[in-house]
T-cell receptor
Framework: SQQGEEDPQALSIQEGENATMNCSYK?????LQWYRQNSGRGLVHLIL?????REKHSGRLRVTLDTSKKSSSLLITASRAADTASYFC????????????FGSGTKLNVKP | DAGVIQSPRHEVTEMGQEVTLRCKPI?????LFWYRQTMMRGLELLIY????????DSGMPEDRFSAKMPNASFSTLKIQPSEPRDSAVYFC?????????????FGPGTRLTVL
């Protein structure tokens, strides 16, 4: 299936450090999205990057996309304890950008 | 807008019982998705609707699962009969069709425990 895979599965850093998470997928996409999930809550959309884009910024978030390698990375700069959450990438089916596959997620722990 | 609303937030039931989960999408959104999240399988898309019509139900695990969307503001996911392996968190999400990709808005989820 198209399901993305995040790497690493878990990441623990100190507040103020940068956090980088990676996502790999298998087939062509129209766009890739990143979501955050706090413990016991629903997912919250962070950023969407289209297949013809290579980099996108939103506040402290930076997303890159390399379609030749079928991979994406999410960088959170100057992390805060409130960034502690699980982060998921979601990819579409290429021919159907309404259907998404979510990866298994990266669990980020930011220590104060 | 209050966001996507799901009820109940928690459901504990016994094996063999019927379970009905409910979802109210964000007003004006024309796509509705049902997901299931477990530790073992992650987040799985079960079914999605466009303008109240089921488009893809290939993720529905078995005939015991059924979903309906009688109108633009309400959807149900029913499990009959329920089994312990159905225990999971079930999320409903909605989105607005946009050229080039849709941001999905998730509800808080229903945590289902089948004993």
């Amino acid at each position: 299936s198209q399901q993305g895979e995040e790497d690493p599965q878990a990441l623990s850093i100190q507040e103020g450090e940068n956090a980088t998470m990676n996502c790999s997928y298998k087939t062509s996409i129209n766009n890739l999205q990143w979501y955050r999930q706090n413990s016991g809550r629903g997912l919250v959309h962070l950023i969407l990057i289209r297949s013809n884009e290579r980099e996108k910024h939103s506040g402290r978030l930076r997303v890159t996309l390399d379609t030749s390698k079928k991979s994406s990375s999410l960088l959170i700069t100057a992390s805060r304890a409130a960034d502690t959450a699980s982060y998921f990438c979601a990819t579409d089916e290429g021919y159907n950008f309404n259907k998404f596959y979510f990866g298994s997620g990266t669990k980020l722990n930011v220590k104060p | 807008d209050a966001g996507v609303i799901q009820s109940p937030r928690h459901e504990v039931t016994e094996m063999g019982q019927e379970v009905t989960l409910r979802c109210k999408p964000i007003s004006g959104h024309d796509y509705l998705f049902w997901y299931r999240q477990t530790m073992m399988r992650g987040l799985e898309l079960l079914i999605y609707f466009n303008n109240n019509v089921p488009i893809d139900d290939s993720g529905m695990p078995e005939d015991r699962f059924s979903a309906k969307m009688p109108n633009a503001s309400f959807s149900t996911l029913k499990i009959q009969p329920s089994e312990p392996r159905d225990s999971a968190v079930y999320f409903c999400a909605s989105s607005l069709k946009l050229a080039g990709g849709n941001e999905q808005f998730f509800g808080p989820g229903t945590r289902l425990t089948v004993l």
